[in-house]
Nanobody
Framework: QVQLVESGGGLVQAGGSLRLSCAAS????????MGWFRQAPGKEREFVAA????????YYADSVKGRFTISRDNAKNTVYLQMNSLKPEDTAVYYC????????????????WGQGTQVTVSS
């Protein structure tokens, strides 16, 4: 069992930056691939970014490529999402999760979801 706690969300103006953190419990964190998803009101939860166990391979949604960076610190059991050049359409609740299936992009391949952190980008 893994427990995930997201933090770092808030209100920011368009063009600004935020760094989200996802702290994980358990001694096996370094063996897991991790992902970030987001869900805006009235919309499906969508893939944002993912990272393999070592941090050497990353994946991004086209909508955030070049603006967001996923990273991890296995010594701290934490995965991060650095978000730059934020846009109003980035407004959503952001979730981290453990990848347990074969897909990098499908939410069905992820488990042990955190409670989420709200990101609001004003225009």
């Amino acid at each position: 069992q893994v427990q995930l706690v997201e933090s770092g969300g808030g209100l920011v103006q368009a063009g600004g930056s935020l760094r989200l953190s996802c702290a994980a419990s358990g001694r096996t964190f370094s063996t897991y691939a991790m992902g970030w998803f987001r869900q805006a009101p009235g919309k499906e939860r969508e893939f944002v970014a993912a990272i393999n166990w070592s941090g050497g391979t990353t994946y991004y949604a086209d909508s955030v490529k070049g603006r967001f960076t996923i990273s991890r610190d296995n010594a701290k059991n934490t995965v991060y999402l650095q978000m730059n050049s934020l846009k109003p359409e980035d407004t959503a609740v952001y979730y981290c999760a453990v990848r347990r299936g074969s897909s990098w992009y499908s939410k069905g391949a992820y488990d042990y979801w955190g409670q989420g952190t709200q990101v609001t980008v004003s225009s």
